[in-house]
């Protein structure tokens, strides 16, 4: 809790993947990949309950030998590639009106950014309250763009143009004169629980940033490789 305020973590982990086979459950440093945020979020002072959300009995296992509530066992319809989070979020949602448990905000935790700690999360959320001044506001972790990010261009048939159109000195391609920008890392989402609507990239969009060392967003083994170069530089 902070202040008054009940905090939701859900943290949403299917089996199947892509990029990276079974990569929730793949061992990051002798630990599933999806213990780093389970245990990130048990170790949060703020967060009142963690709810993890996952169609594979695995991770349920998993989860509840770390002590956290895992009773949402997703169908299938909403572990699949094309599964939007949205729908996954509202799932939990209908499974915690069911129990009747309330909670007034809620932190989304991907189990794919290990090296976000307790201390990210806690930050993140004393900083969500300190700037919010409306509860339709959402929180979205970011870290830095890489400052060339300013130069990216687009097609148009056989010309190619600058892609940002409000850097005003782009033309000078001095570095001192790029604007800085940002990408999302995947690690942390907030909202308040009754006022989202599915979607955290709204115009009422507060940006939390972190280090680039802390923002490996584990999608293939490239990144796993990635992750553990710099887990064991941090």
Do not use: C
Not at 128 to 151: G, Q
Not at 183 to 208: Q, S
Request: hydrophobic share 35%.
């Amino acid at each position: 809790m902070f202040k008054k305020y009940k905090i939701l973590s859900l943290i949403p982990a299917r089996i199947g993947s892509k990029g990276l086979r079974n990569k929730n459950v793949k061992k990051f440093f002798n630990k599933p990949l999806i213990s780093w945020s389970i245990k990130a979020s048990k170790k949060s002072r703020y967060i009142d309950y963690t709810l993890v959300s996952s169609d594979s009995e695995k991770i349920i296992d998993i989860s509840k030998k770390l002590k956290v509530n895992a009773p949402v066992k997703r169908p299938k319809n909403l572990a699949l590639d094309s599964s939007k989070i949205k729908d996954v979020i509202f799932h939990s949602f209908e499974w915690l009106r069911k129990k009747k448990l309330k909670f007034d905000y809620f932190i989304l935790l991907q189990p794919t950014s290990p090296l976000r700690s307790e201390k990210h999360i806690d930050d993140a959320i004393r900083y969500y309250f300190k700037v919010s001044k409306k509860t339709k506001e959402t929180m979205v972790s970011v870290t830095e763009a890489p400052i060339k990010a300013s130069l990216i261009m687009k097609a148009e048939k056989k010309y190619a143009k600058f892609a940002i159109s409000d850097n005003k000195n782009i033309k000078n391609l001095r570095r001192q004169y790029l604007k800085k920008y940002f990408i999302p890392n995947g690690a942390i989402y907030f909202a308040n629980i009754k006022r989202f609507k599915g979607d955290f990239f709204t115009k009422n969009m507060i940006y939390f940033e972190m280090s680039n060392k802390v923002s490996i967003d584990i999608d293939d083994i490239k990144d796993f490789n990635k992750g553990i170069k710099y887990k064991n530089n941090y």
